[in-house]
């Protein structure tokens, strides 16, 4: 199947799923979605995807279930998230429980911050030793911390 060919499959069905919306009275707003095209391509053709005379929105990346997927398929953005959300809740430990004793330290970190690090963690490049790095970063902040 050619992409124009898919690309016209794909205008169809959101024209049969706009009749169908109409027929049984349900109301879809098409601004609260996202289009967004995964291509090889290094130009990308924009095309307008419409549900019934309403222009969807197309975007290069987006939020899905808390992962950050991008056109590209590249995962810089979803690490970087990661790693800011990871940091913030790091430092609110650090903050909260100076004087903490250490199996406080490791229940809190067990968590809240362990669960930002592994939650999507199967999207990374692990091939990738810039997006790897500071991932390892806040454990070994962690191991400094002596929250072990």
Same mark, same amino acid.
């Given at each position: 199947?050619?992409?124009?060919?898919?690309?016209?499959?794909?205008?169809?069905?959101?024209?049969?799923?706009?009749?169908?919306?109409?027929?049984?009275?349900?109301?879809?707003?098409?601004?609260?979605?996202?289009?967004?095209?995964?291509?090889?391509?290094?130009?990308?053709?924009?095309?307008?995807?419409?549900?019934?005379?309403?222009?969807?929105?197309?975007?290069?990346?987006? $939020?899905? %279930?808390?992962? #950050?997927? /991008?056109?590209?398929?590249?995962?810089?953005?979803?690490?970087?998230?990661?790693?800011? +959300? !990871?940091? $913030?809740? %790091?430092?609110? #430990?650090? /903050?909260?429980?100076?004087?903490?004793?250490?199996?406080?330290?490791?229940?809190?970190? +067990? !968590?809240?911050?362990?669960?930002?690090?592994?939650?999507?963690?199967?999207?990374?490049?692990?091939?990738?030793?810039?997006?790897?790095?500071?991932?390892?970063?806040?454990?070994?902040?962690?191991?400094?911390?002596?929250?072990?």
């Amino acid at each position: 199947m050619d992409s124009s060919s898919g690309t016209d499959n794909l205008k169809t069905d959101l024209n049969r799923l706009g009749e169908w919306a109409v027929e049984n009275e349900m109301k879809i707003n098409p601004g609260k979605g996202t289009a967004i095209s995964f291509t090889k391509s290094r130009v990308k053709e924009r095309i307008g995807y419409y549900f019934g005379d309403q222009l969807i929105p197309e975007a290069s990346s987006f $939020k899905y %279930l808390g992962i #950050i997927i /991008r056109s590209d398929l590249h995962w810089a953005s979803h690490v970087n998230y990661t790693l800011q +959300t !990871a940091w $913030k809740a %790091l430092h609110y #430990i650090m /903050r909260k429980l100076k004087k903490g004793n250490n199996i406080t330290k490791r229940l809190v970190y +067990t !968590a809240l911050v362990r669960p930002i690090l592994e939650y999507g963690k199967v999207c990374l490049d692990p091939y990738r030793e810039g997006q790897v790095s500071p991932l390892n970063r806040v454990q070994r902040k962690r191991l400094n911390l002596q929250i072990i």
